[in-house]
């Protein structure tokens, strides 16, 4: 099972960016698909996760900049995030690998490589 990320890269504050993840090996249409991150210096936080059924949870701070989005025909997860801010630079992970959607990073089983965002003020 592999979960490939991509779409990171360095935009100014209040540009928007796309990653998007695809899982290879293994059918995800009845696992949550959640999006973590790390900034440099900091612990792995929750970002933002889309349960089978297409609902959505998001982390408070990018409540109503990021959106999370599933396409299971293509087995990927995607991550739109607008008006991105200094504070959201980090590596941003995917994950997989439960049924029902969790906050906590220990709990899903799959993991991609990470898709590094930089955002300058």
């Known amino acids: 099972v592999q979960l490939q990320a991509s779409g990171g890269g360095l935009v100014q504050a209040g540009d928007s960016l796309g990653p998007s993840c695809i899982g290879s090996g293994r059918i995800f249409n009845n696992d949550a698909m959640a999006w973590f991150r790390q900034a440099p210096g900091k612990e792995r936080e929750f970002v933002a996760a889309i349960s089978w059924t297409a609902d959505t949870y998001y982390e408070d701070s990018v409540k109503g900049r990021f959106t999370i989005a599933r396409d299971s025909a293509k087995n990927t997860v995607s991550l739109k995030m607008n008006s991105l801010k200094p504070e959201d630079t980090a590596v941003y992970y995917c994950?997989?690998?439960?049924?029902?959607?969790?906050?906590?990073?220990?709990?899903?089983?799959?993991w991609g490589q990470g898709t590094l965002v930089t955002v300058s003020s």
């Open positions: 994950a997989t690998g439960r049924t029902f959607v969790a906050t906590l990073d220990f709990e899903y089983d799959y």
